[in-house]
T-cell receptor, first 115, second 116 residues
Framework: AQKVTQAQTEISVVEKEDVTLDCVYE???????LFWYKQPPSGELVFLIR??????QNEISGRYSWNFQKSTSSFNFTITASQVVDSAVYFC????????????FGSGTQLTVLP | DAGITQSPRHKVTETGTPVTLRCHQT?????MYWYRQDPGHGLRLIHY???????DKGEVSDGYSVSRSKTEDFLLTLESATSSQTSVYFC???????????????FGPGTRLTVL
């Protein structure tokens, strides 16, 4: 069975600090996809990134970067020079080939960026 | 943004009453999903649909049923609402690619349901 663990329930940083959100996953499949979503205080869910299991290249998008390491089953998300607008709940999610239509979410990390 | 709407956006009902939530999409995506979001649990899949009249159960399907008679609409029904079904319900859509729905899912705005 697939499982996603986000051990950090809440993180608080001061603006301009870098912050890393951890995501550890469990799967028996060799083919799977990993996702990150953002849920700001307004409540909607915003897609951030998708990564497949065959592509371990790290990805950078502006102040956001993602580090995928199959050896440790981790897909961590780093925000560089955080801003107040980054305050949100961030969810990591996993989709396996064997249960392809099910997206399993972690419990989320509440990030608060203080001015 | 993907064209997904949910109705109603807020609902308060009493235990034992039937409730139907509607998800409507204008993207013509094949896959549609219903999730519930509860504190400490993230989002959990209730049911999903992979085409008109084609549906399947998710992780937390007990007490819920779904129907999809048109590509654009996916209905979630609580036959007899209970207080444990108080939650925020999200609909999502995705398109398939190469035989599997590995594309990202796009979410609707959510419905806050309170069962008294």
């Amino acid at each position: 069975a697939q499982k996603v663990t986000q051990a950090q329930t809440e993180i608080s940083v001061v603006e301009k600090e870098d912050v890393t959100l951890d995501c550890v996953y469990e799967t028996r499949d060799t083919t799977y996809y990993l996702f990150w979503y953002k849920q700001p205080p307004s409540g909607e869910l915003v897609f951030l990134i998708r990564r497949n299991s065959f592509d371990e290249q790290n990805e950078i998008s502006g102040r956001y970067s993602w580090n995928f390491q199959k050896s440790t089953s981790s897909f961590n998300f780093t925000i560089t020079a955080s801003q107040v607008v980054d305050s949100a709940v961030y969810f990591c999610a996993l989709s396996e080939a064997s249960s392809a239509r099910q997206l399993t979410f972690g419990s989320g990390t509440q990030l608060t960026v203080l001015p | 943004d993907a064209g997904i709407t949910q109705s109603p956006r807020h609902k308060v009902t009493e235990t034992g009453t039937p409730v139907t939530l509607r998800c409507h999409q204008t993207e013509n995506h094949r896959y549609m999903y219903w999730y519930r979001q509860d504190p400490g649990h993230g989002l959990r899949l209730i049911h999903y649909s992979y085409g008109v009249k084609d549906t399947d159960k998710g992780e937390v399907s007990d007490g819920y049923s779904v129907s999809r008679s048109k590509t654009e609409d996916f209905l979630l029904t609580l036959e007899s609402a209970t207080s444990s079904q108080t939650s925020v319900y999200f609909c999502a859509i995705s398109e398939s690619q190469a035989g599997g729905p590995y594309n990202e899912q796009f979410f609707g705005p959510g419905t806050r349901l309170t069962v008294l």
